[in-house]
């Protein structure tokens, strides 16, 4: 897997402090008319993913300000197939339990739920921003922007009661 950009300090994806993975790579075709990182569509875009970019998020991870993780993309939905997402949520969820993991992706909760391995992954999501970007429903007025289609899911909750809470 690659990777767009970490922001070690970020404090825009999120509730307070975060580190923020924007995985390379969307399949979603047509893309999202306004992507905001077209470059990041490219699954080659940016480094490669190593044990050392994993090593460097679980050090910053230790320090107390950070509240969690959020990945972004691309779109980290289509990377799940190596399994190095998985394996690095699974490894913050045992190692900091505290720590929040938010998620963004391009499809809606009720087309993750029917994959396998998203569903997997989203037992260790505690919000999800799901659906696709749509520019003419744009609003930068809502928490975390985007557009009004879009929903913040507690992914968790969602999943325990089987159907769609909402996180906020």
Same mark, same amino acid.
């Given at each position: ?12 994806? %999120? ?9 390379? %790579? @969307?399949?979603?075709?047509?893309? @999202? ?34 509240? %969690? ?33 938010? @998620? ?20 260790? =999501? ?7 970007? =749509? ?16 929903? =913040? ?16």
């Amino acid at each position: 897997m690659n990777y767009a950009n970490i922001f070690f300090d970020d404090t825009v994806n %999120g509730i307070g402090f975060r580190i923020s993975l924007f995985v390379s %790579g @969307c399949a979603k075709h047509p893309p @999202c008319i306004g992507c905001w990182s077209p470059l990041a569509r490219s699954f080659d875009y940016g480094k490669t993913f190593t044990k050392e970019t994993k090593d460097s998020i679980i050090e910053s991870l230790k320090k107390p300000y950070i509240k %969690g993780l959020s990945i972004l993309g691309g779109e980290p939905m289509d990377n799940l197939g190596d399994g190095t997402l998985l394996d690095l949520v699974k490894t913050i969820s045992r190692m900091f339990p505290e720590k929040t993991i938010f @998620c963004w992706s391009g499809y809606t909760f009720e087309e993750l739920i029917k994959d396998p391995v998203r569903l997997e992954f989203l037992q260790y =999501i505690d919000m999800l921003r799901d659906g696709e970007y =749509i520019e003419e429903l744009k609003d930068i007025t809502q928490y975390l922007s985007g557009s009004k289609n879009q929903r =913040i899911i507690a992914a968790k909750e969602s999943l325990k009661q089987n159907k769609v809470i909402f996180y906020i």
